[in-house]
């Protein structure tokens, strides 16, 4: 069979049936395969970024394997923001790229580039990836793609990159073979075995900690990567009634209503509570798939949660040498499958020794406590805005966040229902990633979606709102358009003097009017100010199909709480009133 065939033949075998990207003479042998597929749809996208950040959506939402495509040169290079994406986000995508004939290599060292837009992308893209290559023989195709799909989707998951030159796609594949067997992740069987080791050690580990603790704590990560896995660890605390704190990535595995639900931790802008509750209050942290960078726990890292004892689990074991307390100090880590543990708590019957028996309770104090704080402060108006929004978007399957303020004020604020995901861009912080993000998770789920953005990150991949028109795809976007780039010129006000250079009006950064670009597009649109959104938006998103609310907001937005640089993570501004804090600390 022709060697494309075989490659769409495969993904859809394995469960791809949508394939993202945007067509070129280097890649169209694979274009025309994926066409010819009775099972197998193509979407066009109008950047290849938005191709690889909807493939990175789509894995978000499906819980599984995406595939995005570029033809060579400028539209491999394209996709690399989305691979990055991907790779600091563990999401498993496959990547292909179109190329110059292997025949047109002049094989001069030295020589700037072999032919038209011919560029080494797997060079450029190996720091990114999970594994990439260059197909230089037909021959090459099966062990390579059943290879490259295997490490995607094994260990820590990830993207993979295959680069194809053009007489390579249209050869024959003699001897197709759909399902190859690999080691875990690549690695030999030894491997195996000391990760189930490590497996059943941090089991022991935290069954015999749990006896001990009395304000016990778990910290859920990204790194618990399965459906059955999440419902399996909530399922858990649940049943030893154990306070749980996400990350901002894992923030959909706990519905916000949740009586567990305390929180997402942040260095900077995290939930009050789960700062106060994990930094000071817990005396065993229970860490699941989270990497406890500095993002999450502050730059002054040794000083975190100093008196707690911390259990790491996962599966990166350069992830595990980040040193939390110095020397280790009361810190035990283990390289294992997350899904592994979980599986072996489970079916665990403990008998929980120290326990406070009103730890929750407490828990529950200290978050109603600092959430009447938070209420009270006049400029966190956006949060009870994305609040309210959050009421109007609860029959979506997804929804997509950008990266800036809105980020924050979402994972704050956004009541996210039961099986609705919030799709974020963790480690990258790409800008742009959310309307294309959103329009590969409609694709993975087959429902409605939504994305919410500022106005700088929706400029960033605007011309994708042709791909929601003509595929009619049932997105809500909402873009709240405070005329700046918040997020910098909230850091410019407090460390620059004010000086706002390039984020907003008049110091190189304007924003333009959303509803009419969109309604140019075919989209239907309403631009409202801020203080109607309460009263106009619920019958605006109620309707079908695409529409964009753009909701003008004041241009001096702020994201609160926030930590100051060298601050204790519990004590972010505005502070808490001295007697309230007090209090709390001695609970």
């Given at each position: 069979m022709k060697l494309t065939d075989y490659i769409v033949e495969f993904l859809q075998r394995k469960g791809i049936h949508d394939f993202f990207g945007y067509q070129g003479t280097m890649i169209a042998h694979f274009v025309d395969s994926v066409e010819k597929n009775p099972q197998a749809n193509n979407h066009s996208c109008y950047n290849e970024q938005g191709a690889s950040f909807a493939a990175c959506g789509y894995a978000q939402a499906k819980d599984g394997c995406a595939c995005a495509y570029a033809t060579s040169g400028p539209g491999a290079v394209n996709l690399l923001s989305g691979v990055a994406n991907a790779y600091f986000d563990s999401l498993p995508v496959v990547f292909l790229t179109g190329q110059l004939n292997t025949y047109e290599y002049e094989g001069i060292p030295g020589l700037r580039q072999q032919g038209f837009q011919e560029i080494d992308i797997i060079s450029m893209a190996k720091p990114v990836t999970k594994y990439c290559v260059q197909i230089r023989e037909p021959e090459q195709i099966v062990e390579e793609l059943n290879k490259a799909y295997h490490i995607a989707t094994t260990g820590r998951k990830g993207p993979v990159l295959l680069d194809l030159p053009m007489n390579?796609?249209?050869?024959?594949?003699?001897?197709?073979?759909?399902?190859?067997?690999?080691?875990?992740?690549?690695?030999?069987?030894?491997?195996?075995?000391?990760?189930?080791?490590?497996?059943?050690?941090?089991?022991?580990?935290?069954?015999?900690?749990?006896?001990?603790?009395?304000?016990?704590?778990?910290?859920?990560?990204?790194?618990?990567?399965?459906?059955?896995?999440?419902?399996?660890?909530?399922?858990?605390?649940?049943?030893?009634?154990?306070?749980?704190?996400?990350?901002?990535?894992?923030?959909?595995?706990?519905?916000?209503?949740?009586?567990?639900?305390?929180?997402?931790?942040?260095?900077?802008?995290?939930?009050r509570y789960a700062n106060m509750i994990a930094n000071v209050k817990s005396d065993l942290l229970l860490c699941f798939g989270i990497s406890l960078c500095t993002r999450q726990i502050g730059v002054k890292v040794h000083e975190f949660a100093k008196t707690a004892r911390i259990i790491r689990v996962d599966i990166d074991p350069f992830s595990l040498k980040r040193e939390i307390h110095e020397n280790r100090a009361n810190e035990e880590t283990f390289c294992a499958d997350t899904a592994e543990v979980i599986q072996l708590l489970k079916k665990a019957k403990l008998h929980v020794i120290g326990r406070e028996e009103d730890w929750p309770e407490i828990c529950t104090e200290i978050k109603e406590n600092l959430e009447a704080v938070d209420g009270q402060t006049p400029e966190r108006y956006p949060n009870r805005m994305i609040a309210s929004l959050s009421d109007c978007l609860s029959d979506t399957s997804a929804v997509a966040v950008d990266v800036g303020q809105h980020m924050v004020w979402s994972y704050q604020s956004f009541r996210n229902r039961r099986g609705q995901n919030l799709l974020f861009s963790g480690g990258h912080g790409a800008m742009g990633f959310a309307l294309p993000a959103a329009i590969g998770a409609y694709y993975a789920t087959g429902k409605p979606v939504a994305c919410l953005c500022g106005d700088g990150a929706f400029q960033m991949n605007i011309q994708e709102l042709q791909w929601v028109r003509r595929e009619n795809i049932p997105i809500k976007m909402i873009v709240m358009n405070n005329g700046a780039l918040g997020m910098i010129r909230h850091l410019q006000r407090d460390y620059f003097d004010c000086l706002f250079a390039g984020t907003t009006e008049g110091c190189g950064f304007s924003s333009c009017d959303f509803s009419k670009v969109a309604e140019a597009y075919g989209v239907k649109a309403l631009r409202i100010p801020y203080d109607d959104t309460a009263e106009l938006a619920p019958e605006f998103l109620e309707k079908d199909g695409p529409m964009l609310l753009e909701i003008l907001m004041e241009h001096g937005t702020f994201a609160y709480p926030k930590t100051c640089l060298g601050e204790p993570i519990h004590n972010q501004q505005p502070y808490i009133p001295k007697e309230i804090y007090e209090r709390l600390l001695a609970l």
């Open positions: 390579i796609q249209r050869s024959e594949v003699e001897h197709p073979v759909f399902d190859m067997e690999f080691p875990e992740d690549g690695e030999d069987a030894g491997t195996k075995e000391s990760l189930e080791q490590n497996a059943q050690e941090a089991f022991r580990t935290i069954c015999d900690a749990l006896k001990e603790a009395r304000r016990p704590v778990i910290l859920m990560g990204h790194g618990v990567d399965s459906r059955e896995s999440q419902t399996g660890l909530l399922k858990f605390a649940e049943t030893y009634q154990i306070p749980v704190i996400t990350s901002v990535l894992a923030k959909s595995v706990i519905p916000y209503d949740h009586p567990l639900n305390f929180g997402c931790i942040g260095g900077a802008y995290g939930h």
